[in-house]
């Protein structure tokens, strides 16, 4: 076998590994893990700027601290230009292992999706208590412990919800409540600080 092979065959094992660590799920045992919904609070000015070629209007600042339920990473469509993981977030009930024990979630095409056989809290705490999050890392340290994101964990993140606009006319803009569902409700968030508490 070449070198070359060898280093590819080498390559394929490194991501095949990262892929499986990215499966396992951790246990944090029963009990409400977060306590605190997000915060959100007014900017005192939304300055627009660049970032990977795309204009970055700020909405709002934005921290929280959840209970990762679910990641998917993208390479292939417009988003994943900014946002290359999204991340299924729980707070409060939902961040009971308890409760999500009784609770299928999955994720695909930037959506998250919940099933359940019966409700072990009501339908809308469900729905406000947890969320689909477009992560958009501000520099490497971010994006280098966004990778290492493992279901089950508890995160904490720093940033602001923003509106992303290419000169093509795209646009991409964030939900600005924990309340809604369906299209359009994830957030879009530029993550300036991310921390993996447990």
Known sequence: MTLV?????IVLVVVAVKQCQHKQEVSLGPGVKVAQA????PLSQAIPFKFEGYQITPLA??????????REDYRLDRESDL?????????????????LANIDISQSGRWYYWQVQQFPIPRRE????????HLIPADNEVGGALKRVRKGQIIAL????????????????????RDDTGAHACEVVYVTSFKIIE
Do not use: R
């Open 5 to 9: 092979k060898w280093l590819l065959l």
């Open 38 to 41: 997000p915060v959100q609070s």
């Open 61 to 70: 600042y934005f921290s929280l601290q959840a209970k990762v339920l679910g």
């Open 158 to 177: 720093e940033g602001q919800l923003i509106q992303a606009k290419a000169t093509d006319g795209w646009s991409w803009k964030s939900s600005m409540t």
């Open 126 to 133: 469900i729905e406000t208590q947890s969320a689909n999050m």
């Open 83 to 99: 946002s290359p993981t999204d991340l299924a977030l729980g707070w409060l009930k939902m961040s009971d292992e308890n409760v």
